[in-house]
């Protein structure tokens, strides 16, 4: 199982920016696609981006679409999410997951066997 590690979170206005990192400890993300998911107090997992591994196809949520940004920095052997214009509703802690794939605009589902990281808080005031 790769073990992923989510960082950049932090306490951010409405209307600020953050941009959030996923980073692999042991074999790198760089051949899988991926995926950004957030879970909100009392509310179960929603996915809210997804990559391809080749950075060139992307999935964003609704509620995202025009403000968030997926990327991959190959380089790091990271996956980003900058965050723009943030909204109270996006607060959640931020979780970064291994998806089966995004083809045709749709982002698959993740290895169930795999389990969630620590993530990275989000915080946005009004």
């Known amino acids: 199982q790769v073990q992923l590690v989510e960082s950049g979170g932090g306490l951010v206005q409405a209307g600020g920016s953050l941009r959030l990192s996923c980073a692999a400890s042991?074999?790198?993300?760089?051949?899988?696609?991926m995926g950004w998911f957030r879970q909100a107090p009392g509310k179960d997992h929603e996915e809210v981006s997804c990559v391809n591994s080749g950075g060139d196809e992307t999935t964003y949520s609704r509620s995202v679409k025009g403000r968030f940004t997926i990327g991959r920095d190959v380089a790091d052997h990271t996956v980003y999410l900058q965050m723009d214009d943030l909204k109270p509703e996006d607060t959640g802690v931020y979780y970064c997951?291994?998806?089966?794939?995004?083809?045709?605009?749709?982002?698959?589902?993740?290895?169930?066997?795999?389990?969630w990281g620590r993530g990275t808080q989000v915080t946005v005031s009004s």
């Open positions: 997951s291994r998806v089966y794939y995004v083809q045709h605009g749709s982002c698959g589902t993740r290895p169930m066997s795999e389990s």
């Open positions: 042991g074999p790198t993300i760089s051949s899988y696609a």
